[in-house]
């Protein structure tokens, strides 16, 4: 479950970096790869993204991301747990970026180009569950968000703002699990070099 999840920042090299000297298809955006990185006090916090070249195998990208936000969500813990601690006001601006502009373009990815692809051969019916997880977390994320720019001003949240974010991190780590239990199994078995071409195309273009 998460650990498979975790594996990937291992199994990807778009994680970690190796992917630098691989040539990228046109018009694919460029993308720093890194490790979590922290600086004193919180100030410049940052997840670094993925290696654009990891692309050239989308199902493998969106697997990658989802390591990636098993990190972010660990800082989103920390933050609710303790916002007004040393780190958290760098961390609570990282975690803004993420769940505004970043996260929403991965749903995008899944939604409209990936489980279109596989509804076809949803034998055991996942895609609906997760679809309505994305809802789920679409509605519960506006109190979080609240929470963050408190914390990223300095400034104590609501009373709320740790229940809200725990559940966040709760509901979102066991909706990994289940996309990498489920869903990207099924894409490496039944998707075609065509649809993979495609489906890289279309993820491409969201982030140019």
Excluded: K
């Excluded at 046109?26 to 990185?37: S, T």
């Excluded at 747990?81 to 601006?93: D, E, I, K």
């Excluded at 929403?104 to 996942?126: F, T």
């Amino acid at each position: 479950m998460e650990s498979a999840i975790a594996a990937a920042a291992t199994a990807h090299p778009g994680v970690v970096g190796e992917a630098v000297g691989r040539q990228h298809r046109p018009g694919r955006v460029a993308a720093e790869a890194g490790q979590p990185a922290a600086a004193q006090g919180g100030a410049g916090a940052r997840v670094a993204p993925l290696q654009a070249a990891l692309l050239d195998d989308p199902v493998a990208f969106l697997s990658a991301e989802h390591a990636r936000q098993t990190v972010l969500l660990g800082h989103l813990e920390r933050v609710a747990c303790a916002p007004l601690g040393r780190a958290a006001r760098g961390l609570a601006a990282m975690l803004l970026g993420w769940l505004t502009a970043e996260l929403p373009i991965h749903i995008e990815d899944e939604e409209r180009s990936l489980y279109p692809r596989l509804a076809a051969h949803d034998a055991s019916g996942v895609l609906p569950t997760l679809q309505a997880r994305h809802r789920e977390d679409r509605n519960a994320v506006g109190a979080v968000l609240a929470g963050l720019r408190c914390v990223a001003a300095g400034e104590e949240p609501d009373g709320d703002f740790t229940a809200a974010a725990l559940a966040f991190v709760s509901g979102h780590r066991r909706h990994l699990a289940l996309e990498e239990e489920a869903v990207t199994p099924l894409a490496h078995r039944v998707l075609a070099p065509e649809a993979l071409s495609a489906l890289a195309d279309e993820m491409a273009r969201r982030r140019s």
